[in-house]
Antibody, heavy 121, light 107 residues
Framework: QVQLQESGPGLVKPSQTLSLTCTVS??????????WSWIRQPAGKGLECIGR???????NYNPSLKSRVTISVDTSKNQFSLKLTSVTAADTAVYYC?????????????WGQGAKVTVSS | DIQMTQSPSSLSASVGDRVTITCRAS??????LNWFQQKPGKAPNFLIY???SLQRGVPSRFSGSGSGTEYTLTISSLQPEDFATYYC?????????FGQGTKVEIK
């Protein structure tokens, strides 16, 4: 059973870059036809898909964040990562990594526990 | 982006009640509709995919239906562990988008 774990700084200063890593265990990030996604949730609010990547490095980004987002994959470490540049307080949220085993790339049946990131000076 | 609108935003119900949550899409999403359950401080839990297919391990009291732009999640007999927030999600077109959530509270 694939498991996901987010890691990274919990506090980022405004205008700087948010960086998070998701470590995949219990399976290979290169296995199957999986896509690996990042999703965020501001406190008390709904869910927003940030983007996804596959093992070959093909990416899709939410147009609302596309100019600031980079998602990359490191198959040797079984990890994928998120970088979000020029952050503001509006980027404060819990960031989840997720994937789908049973269906399409956005059928998120496996989630990490979430990483809380606060943007503040 | 496709806008997903859930109703109601919150509801109060008792154990044993039948509960129905509606999700409306801004355009036809051809049954590419998922449902998630989220409890405080936890990641969402995948309940239903493709409108009506129950994820493995999800109790049969949960069911989904719908087509076109209108979809529903029904809990046939609410249990104490079902008090949570529920989200619909469309996967018909990029980016996938979620509804704003429906909080199911204890009456």
């Amino acid at each position: 059973q694939v498991q996901l774990q987010e890691s990274g700084p919990g506090l980022v200063k405004p205008s700087q870059t948010l960086s998070l890593t998701c470590t995949v265990s219990g399976g290979s990030i290169s296995g199957g036809t999986y896509y690996w996604s990042w999703i965020r949730q501001p406190a008390g609010k709904g869910l927003e898909c940030i983007g996804r990547i596959n093992a070959s490095g093909r990416t899709n980004y939410n147009p609302s964040l596309k100019s600031r987002v980079t998602i990359s994959v490191d198959t040797s470490k079984n990890q994928f990562s998120l970088k979000l540049t020029s952050v503001t307080a509006a980027d404060t949220a819990v960031y989840y990594c997720a994937t789908g085993e049973i269906g399409g790339p956005d059928d998120f049946d496996i989630w990490g526990q979430g990483a809380k990131v606060t943007v503040s000076s | 982006d496709i806008q997903m609108t859930q109703s109601p935003s919150s509801l109060s119900a008792s154990v044993g009640d039948r509960v129905t949550i509606t999700c409306r899409a801004s355009q036809n999403i051809r049954r590419y509709l998922n449902w998630f359950q989220q409890k405080p401080g936890k990641a969402p839990n995948f309940l239903i995919y493709a409108t009506s297919s129950l994820q493995r391990g999800v109790p049969s009291r949960f069911s989904g239906s719908g087509s076109g732009t209108e979809y529903t999640l029904t809990i046939s007999s609410l249990q104490p562990e079902d008090f949570a927030t529920y989200y619909c999600q469309q996967t018909y077109s990029d980016p996938p988008t979620f509804g704003q959530g429906t909080k199911v509270e204890i009456k």
